[in-house]
């Protein structure tokens, strides 16, 4: 339908970061996944959760009457969350991790383990490679919205983008 709102690019990496997040850490429950690398993706998910409330508190200036106008994504300056393209990545080796690791209790050999060992390396890697990315791009667009406003200056939606 190509439909493109703002608050769906709030709602869909929400809804991939529960679901990831919620079975990632039941599977820690019955073994199936360690809880370093599901630790380390929750962590991952809290920090990003958190970076968008506090883009979105900075694109409002600090200031608004009620949470419905802190949530009111679509009218009250509008401002879109824009996944990285390691991130998309890092999602989809994280569900094949956690489709694998489901499976391999019933339907997994030797081998398969050893290709579960693996994609939980790569899972780890690109989820420290996303964290550095989204750190490296909050770094870059504060530093250049520092050099054209003081700190203490409250900024338009216009010139979050």
Known sequence: ??????????????????????????????????????????????????????QRASSLGWEWKSWFDFINLDSTCPLKVEPLFISKVNIVFQLVLVTAALLQPEFGTQETQLYITYLRRLVASTTLGS??????????????????????????CRQLR
Not at 22 to 38: E, K, T
Request: proline share 5%; glycine share 8%.
């Open 1 to 54: 339908m190509r439909i493109n709102s703002v608050v769906g690019s709030y709602l869909d990496p929400l809804a991939d970061k529960v679901l990831i997040g919620s079975v990632a850490l039941a599977m820690v429950h019955m073994d199936l996944l360690h809880p370093g690398l599901v630790g380390l993706i929750v962590l991952q998910d809290v920090f990003l959760v958190g970076g968008a409330v506090y």
């Open 131 to 156: 964290s550095a990315a989204y750190g490296a791009q909050h770094l870059r667009k504060r530093s250049a919205l520092i050099s054209r406003k003081s700190l203490f200056q409250p900024l338009p």
